[in-house]
């Protein structure tokens, strides 16, 4: 027992399956005790459940399908972008124009949706294209990130290989980063996820886990609330643990 609180101690797999399984129990535990009184900040139990109950009822499922489909689209469309980007970044022309929309990562939220709204006005088109925008920043970030910790070894490889400077690029940066790319997906994925709830909450004519959230917000329905919370992250957990899975599948001899 002594050995897992020292730094760095190698455990196997059932050990750290223990560890994990203890302290659930022991969070499971303090929210028990925690809400056993009159009066408490947090939702007990039974208040969650019953919000699991009135969200299935209220089409819980449905506005799943719309987060995850709005999703999807986002990160889509913000990976096409930002791979034009990252791959145009070595040219010098176009490299300050890669460097540049990095820089609108720093830029407020709230000021990108207001200049979103005024340029389109269907619903579901504005959420995508202001978490596509928002997206971008960071993914395009990441990927010049990518790019520039390629070894010199790989490319000086490459040229002894005969390689022109556009075959180098295909083959060193476009083909020899792929399961780089997919990883970086995975990140960022965390980012969409995370910000959709809010632009849902923004525009919520199209529905969605943020028009719930919203709502409930509204009627300070702290049962509903966590319900959510635990969907939400649920669903984060297991597209992180699918595209990590993707890319292990796909690319077995990747070691991130």
């Not at 019953?50 to 449905?62: A, D, N, P, Q």
Request: glycine share 4%; aromatic share 14%.
């Amino acid at each position: 027992m002594i050995k897992y609180f020292i730094p760095f101690e190698k455990t196997s797999k059932i050990n750290r399956t223990v560890i994990i399984t203890a302290w659930l129990v022991l969070l499971i535990a303090f929210w028990f005790i925690g809400t056993s009184g009159q009066k408490h900040l947090f939702p007990s139990p039974s208040q969650v459940l019953t919000g699991f109950t009135e969200l299935y009822k209220e089409g819980l499922v449905v506005h799943i399908f719309n987060s995850l489909k709005l999703c999807f689209i986002s990160i889509f469309l913000a990976t096409i972008i930002s791979l034009l980007f990252a791959y145009l970044w070595p040219i010098p022309l176009l490299k300050p124009v890669s460097e540049f929309i990095t820089k609108f990562r720093f830029l407020p939220f709230t000021g990108l949706s207001f200049y979103i709204t005024m340029v389109i006005h269907e619903a579901r088109m504005m959420q995508v294209w202001i978490l596509v925008i928002f997206l971008t920043t960071f993914l395009t970030t990441s990927l010049i990130a990518v790019v520039k910790d390629i070894p010199q070894e790989e490319f000086d490889h490459a040229k002894m290989l005969k390689c022109t400077r556009w075959e180098v690029l295909w083959q060193v940066i476009i083909l020899g980063r792929l399961d780089y790319v997919i990883d970086v997906i995975r990140q960022n994925l965390a980012i969409t996820w995370m910000m959709l709830v809010t632009v849902e909450s923004i525009v919520v004519a199209s529905g969605g886990l943020g028009f719930l959230i919203k709502n409930s917000d509204k009627f300070m329905n702290t049962g509903r609330i966590i319900a959510l919370q635990i969907i939400i992250l649920l669903i984060g957990l297991g597209l992180d643990s699918a595209i990590n899975f993707l890319r292990k599948a796909i690319f077995r001899y990747s070691k991130i």
